[in-house]
Nanobody, 131 residues
Framework: QILLVESGGGVVEAGGSLRLSCTSSTRTWKELAIGWFRQAPGKDREFVAAISKRGGDTHYRESVKDRFTISRDNTENTVYLAIHKMTHDDTGVYFC????????????????????????WGQGTQVTVSA
């Protein structure tokens, strides 16, 4: 079992920026592709971004690719999600998830967006964008 912990959520004004973190103490961190998902109030959870195990390949939801940046620091066992020019639509709980099978940049991009491709999930961090 791999434990993932998200942090960095909070309340931010519209137009502002935030950086979320996803960390784990697992020794297999470098063998895991990581994805970020979010769930807005009353809506289904949706894919946001994914990054390959070494960080060389990324994949984004089309609607956020100009404002979101996913990156990772494997020396710190951390994946980041930077969000800029935030809007009310960015409000929700953000989850990170890990996959030992996904090959971001190699497999069909649609696979990166499927929740069932990820074996491990964090508890989520709340992000609220105020008017």
């Amino acid at each position: 079992q791999i434990l993932l912990v998200e942090s960095g959520g909070g309340v931010v004004e519209a137009g502002g920026s935030l950086r979320l973190s996803c960390t784990s103490s697992t020794r297999t961190w470098k063998e895991l592709a990581i994805g970020w998902f979010r769930q807005a109030p009353g809506k289904d959870r949706e894919f946001v971004a994914a990054i390959s195990k070494r960080g060389g390949d990324t994949h984004y939801r089309e609607s956020v690719k100009d404002r979101f940046t996913i990156s990772r620091d494997n020396t710190e066992n951390t994946v980041y999600l930077a969000i800029h020019k935030m809007t009310h639509d960015d409000t929700g709980v953000y989850f990170c998830a890990a996959s030992s099978l996904l090959r971001v940049g190699i497999n069909p991009p649609r696979r990166n967006e499927r929740e069932d491709e990820y074996e491990f999930w964090g508890q989520g961090t709340q992000v609220t964008v105020s008017a």
